[in-house]
């Protein structure tokens, strides 16, 4: 048996083991974060004292078109998000969970799009759907019409030309999470389920999406916050042009801080959305305390 | 017989879907390997398709005009102080949460949680003007201290899931022995655990390599830029340039990618385990 008297001096040595970064945490995230809250009632512009303006931000944000306007982009960025790549993943892993033969490659290569870095994605897909160099031009080139619009540069189509590049890095990347998630299903409820005679969409629908449920709704809930934190391929690719039409948050946050000098302004769109992120990880765990299973 | 035809005919469509969906994935990344070796004539007038003539030149001409080697050193600086920190700091505490029996371990974790979902625009800006105070503002290590907090939470969680499943035995032996803490992480845990270490190491690599936002905000001296905010820096100004932007892109990808195929086993269980549990 080990002394009483060891064993005390391991449990109180164990919080010298997790300080280190506790402090770098509190020194690089949670005091900047109160900085931020405190920001946001004083008019900061980043030099200088920060005065007190009480709610003037808030009341600014609430009348802000702009700012609803990027809010509303991070919005569809969110639909675009809990559709498409989730759509394309759940096929890609369904179907990979079948073969054999090929799997490590296909695995692969899908996943080789999310190790790369934003600014070299955004870029080249910049070339690709360039209207002469790119995509568009080869399509015309064989005499497939439609396609020599210049999807970047026109306020209907760019925001969602941005979330489909991004959606190229991600989907592979979720593709393999739901695939591990997959593989834990039991056999035996696919052998059930065949004898029953249900074809693949049977399958996914009664047993492979609600055996992999739990991952599922948690990717779900990461996409969802993420979804309003973007800014690499929105600023690699539009700037948030054209004329604002791509503008999101991020982006809306960078600009009214360091190019516009408001950073009291900034810090309060920040708290704008810390806030959304607080209520999706709320409503999350209210459907959860009611039974879903989270 | 029946079924055995059916079960083909599903293996193949399953193929079928599965190539379209690779070739989606691959096509991209060929073009860009195509155009790095292409003249710009060659590229002007075929912009899709593989070089008629494979030239290398051009990645010559990227490595000297965009200044590679001195920003990937900036980048490996970042990657390599980042990833000693987590290991080292991050480790520490998930040997304290899975084996110490820490006071408080469960608000300790539930702490770890709030961080990763904590949005990085609430304090980045902030982060900023606070950086400059301290003198850490456009520096190498200022960035490397917001990687390591940033990346830290996920990378603890997933170093305390290896080392909740070794056998507390081995440890305990030790103890009887009056073995310090640090001994036994050292001698015992390590060399078990080396493997979940390595998997943490790979993840933060890749996060951290081709990071962009905070990079972005925090380094404003061009010698100190990592490849990332360099690599837009030099598309823009070399615009049109396709064949020389395609380069500078082709080595930039190159040390992440080979990583990433080397280990990819390895690289793709951390990733997903990080969410799966």
Do not use: C
């Not at chain 2, 709030?114 to 200022?142: K, M």
Request: net charge neutral; charged share 10%.
């Amino acid at each position: 048996m080990l002394s009483l008297d060891y064993r005390q001096k391991m449990k109180v040595g164990a919080w010298g083991f997790v300080l280190p970064i506790i402090l770098l945490h509190a020194f690089a995230i949670v005091i900047p974060a109160g900085a931020g809250i405190f920001y946001s009632f004083t008019s900061f512009s980043g030099i200088g004292e920060a005065n007190w303006i009480g709610l003037e931000n808030y009341s600014r944000l609430i009348g802000d078109e702009s700012f609803h306007a990027a809010l509303l982009n991070n919005l569809k960025w969110l639909l675009f998000f809990w559709t498409v790549p989730f759509s394309l993943a759940i096929l890609a892993a369904s179907l990979l969970a079948q073969v054999k033969r090929g799997a490590m490659l296909y695995r692969v290569v899908f996943f080789i799009p999310y190790v790369l870095p934003s600014v070299v994605v955004g870029s080249l897909w910049r070339f690709l759907l360039h209207p002469d160099d790119g995509l568009p031009g080869l399509a015309s080139t064989l005499g497939i019409p439609g396609f020599e619009l210049a999807l970047l540069g026109r306020s209907e189509t760019a925001l969602w030309t941005v979330a489909f590049v991004d959606n190229w890095h991600y989907w592979g990347f979720l593709a393999a999470i739901l695939l591990v998630a997959m593989q834990g299903v039991s056999k035996e409820l696919y052998e059930a389920a065949r004898l029953d005679g249900a074809n693949y969409f049977h399958q996914l629908i009664h047993v492979t999406i609600p055996g992999i449920r739990p991952t599922l709704l948690f990717m779900f809930l990461m996409t969802g916050i993420w979804s309003f934190l973007v800014f690499d391929y929105v600023w690699v690719m539009t700037g948030g042009g054209p004329a604002g039409s791509s503008e999101v948050i991020g982006t809306f946050i960078y600009r009214t801080a360091f190019q516009n000098f408001e950073v009291g302004y900034a810090a309060a769109q920040g708290v704008a959305v810390a806030s959304i992120a607080i209520t999706i990880l709320i409503l999350f765990s209210l459907l959860r305390k009611r039974g879903w299973e989270i | 017989m029946n079924n055995a035809i059916r079960t083909s005919a599903r293996v193949l469509s399953s193929h079928f879907i599965l190539v379209v969906l690779f070739v989606f994935a691959a096509f991209p990344l060929a073009v860009l390997i195509f155009n790095s070796l292409k003249s710009r004539t060659d590229l002007a007038q075929n912009p899709m398709g593989p070089p008629t003539e494979i030239l290398f030149s051009n990645f010559v001409t990227a490595w000297n005009e965009s200044a590679f080697l001195l920003h990937a050193t900036n980048s490996a600086i970042l990657v390599a102080g980042t990833v000693a920190l987590i290991l080292t700091l991050g480790g520490m505490a998930a040997y304290s949460l899975a084996r110490l029996e820490l006071p408080g371990a469960v608000v300790v974790m539930g702490y770890m949680i709030s961080l990763t979902a904590f949005p990085v625009w609430l304090y980045l800006v902030p982060l900023f003007f606070q950086w400059r105070t301290l003198g850490l503002l456009d520096t190498l290590p200022g960035l490397i201290l917001i990687y390591t907090a940033i990346n830290s939470p996920l990378a603890i969680f997933l170093l305390r899931s290896f080392l909740v499943q070794i056998p507390k035995e081995l440890e305990e032996s030790a103890q009887l022995d009056g073995a310090s803490r640090w001994s036994i992480l050292l001698r015992i845990i390590l060399p078990i655990s080396w493997t979940g270490f390595l998997t943490i190491a790979l993840v933060v690599a890749v996060a951290v390599w081709g990071e962009f936002q905070i990079a972005f905000v925090i380094l404003q001296d061009t010698d100190k830029y990592p490849i990332t905010t360099s690599f837009l820096a030099f598309a823009e100004s070399y615009g049109r340039d396709w064949t020389l932007t395609s380069a500078v892109a082709v080595i930039a990808i190159a040390p992440i990618v080979t990583l990433f195929i080397i280990f990819q086993r390895r690289f793709a269980e951390g990733l997903t385990q990080g969410s799966v549990k």
